[in-house]
């Protein structure tokens, strides 16, 4: 495991992610009962940015000025995203940076502690140890958050079912190996046969379209319920980049949330683009009946 989310917070993909995170956070609390969030892949929960600009030995350029760096400033945006944005600047200063440059970033973990209510429960699980070091120093110890050192996959079948009745997975693997798509179908696979209703969300890399097109069909052929996918890719199809977009499967959605999600991954799209080619939007696999 030499994945380090670090690197990448911030970045286009993140982005995306944690602004749909927030809408389906807010759909699940359309209804007053609670419900589990569980992060089966949570990262370290809070990123210097300034320490993206550092590998192990080498510079690196960082990714985030393509990102979060995009909307700073702005004031134009949807209302959703600025939403997302907000809970970002809050966590920066919470942190301690009072400049107008933004320093630290929150990962899904301490924006999802931002957004759910006091019935809300919430339960991370982080593999690689130092990871997990962090994340346990910064949210053990919380009432109604669990911090978990545990393969993510493993633990849906010790966490689901949940007592709440409602839950919201989220999977967001960093994709290593090659084995990461079936892993993520043969958890399906376990989550549904404890809990079918239960909401799942999984971010994948948009590299090559006919990787994605069999993941796809292997999650389809297993008794999926309504499910759509949204996309956003920053450059074209011929674009040279080795991840020029990212998506999110989201298998038994909130009601309603896809015309809202569709007209956010176009307009960040828009504005996160590198490259000709840029584009937003989503499609049903499944749909409702
Ligand atoms: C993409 S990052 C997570 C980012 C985080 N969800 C966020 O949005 O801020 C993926 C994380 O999964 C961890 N990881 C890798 N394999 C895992 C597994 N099988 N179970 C749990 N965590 C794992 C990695 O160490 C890494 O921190």
Same mark, same amino acid.
């Given at each position: 495991?030499?994945?380090?989310?670090?690197?990448?917070?911030?970045?286009?993909?993140?982005?995306?992610?944690?602004?749909?995170?927030?809408?389906?956070?807010?759909?699940?609390?359309?209804?007053?009962?609670?419900?589990?969030?569980?992060?089966?892949?949570?990262?370290?929960?809070?990123?210097?940015?300034?320490?993206?600009?550092?590998?192990?030995?080498?510079?690196?350029?960082?990714?985030?000025?393509?990102?979060?760096?995009?909307?700073?400033?702005?004031?134009?945006?949807?209302?959703?995203?600025?939403?997302?944005?907000?809970?970002?600047?809050?966590?920066?200063?919470?942190?301690?940076?009072?400049?107008?440059? @933004?320093?630290?970033?929150?990962?899904?973990?301490?924006?999802?502690?931002?957004?759910?209510?006091?019935?809300?429960?919430?339960?991370?699980?982080?593999?690689?140890?130092?990871?997990?070091?962090?994340?346990?120093?910064?949210?053990?110890?919380?009432?109604?958050?669990?911090?978990?050192?545990?393969?993510?996959?493993?633990?849906?079948?010790?966490?689901?079912?949940?007592?709440?009745?409602?839950?919201?997975?989220?999977?967001?693997?960093?994709?290593?190996?090659?084995?990461?798509?079936?892993?993520?179908?043969?958890?399906?696979?376990?989550?549904?046969?404890?809990?079918?209703?239960?909401?799942?969300?999984?971010?994948?890399?948009?590299?090559?379209?006919?990787?994605?097109?069999?993941?796809?069909?292997?999650?389809?052929?297993?008794?999926?319920?309504?499910?759509?996918?949204?996309?956003?890719?920053?450059?074209?199809?011929?674009?040279?980049?080795?991840?020029?977009?990212?998506?999110?499967?989201?298998?038994?959605?909130?009601?309603? @949330?896809?015309?809202?999600?569709?007209?956010?991954?176009?307009?960040?799209?828009?504005?996160?683009?590198?490259?000709?080619?840029?584009?937003?939007?989503?499609?049903?696999?499944?749909?409702?009946?």
């Amino acid at each position: 495991m030499n994945y380090r989310h670090h690197y990448h917070a911030g970045n286009f993909a993140d982005v995306f992610k944690h602004v749909v995170l927030g809408r389906l956070i807010s759909s699940l609390q359309r209804k007053d009962k609670g419900f589990l969030y569980l992060d089966t892949h949570a990262g370290r929960g809070r990123y210097d940015l300034a320490r993206a600009q550092h590998g192990e030995t080498l510079a690196r350029t960082p990714e985030w000025p393509a990102g979060i760096g995009r909307l700073v400033g702005r004031s134009d945006m949807p209302v959703e995203v600025g939403h997302y944005l907000a809970a970002v600047r809050d966590f920066d200063r919470r942190c301690g940076n009072l400049t107008d440059e @933004l320093r630290f970033y929150p990962g899904s973990p301490w924006l999802a502690k931002g957004w759910l209510r006091p019935q809300d429960r919430m339960a991370l699980c982080e593999l690689q140890p130092s990871e997990f070091a962090a994340l346990s120093s910064e949210m053990g110890g919380i009432p109604r958050v669990s911090v978990q050192p545990l393969n993510g996959y493993v633990a849906v079948r010790s966490m689901l079912p949940c007592s709440e009745k409602r839950a919201l997975v989220l999977i967001d693997p960093p994709f290593e190996d090659a084995n990461e798509w079936m892993a993520i179908v043969e958890a399906w696979e376990d989550i549904r046969a404890r809990m079918p209703a239960c909401t799942v969300a999984v971010w994948y890399p948009l590299t090559t379209r006919a990787r994605i097109d069999v993941f796809l069909s292997e999650l389809r052929s297993r008794q999926l319920p309504p499910t759509w996918v949204a996309e956003i890719a920053v450059a074209g199809t011929d674009s040279p980049l080795k991840m020029r977009g990212c998506g999110l499967v989201v298998v038994n959605p909130p009601w309603r @949330l896809d015309e809202e999600v569709r007209r956010l991954a176009t307009w960040l799209a828009s504005v996160l683009a590198v490259a000709p080619g840029a584009e937003g939007g989503l499609v049903w696999l499944v749909s409702e009946t």
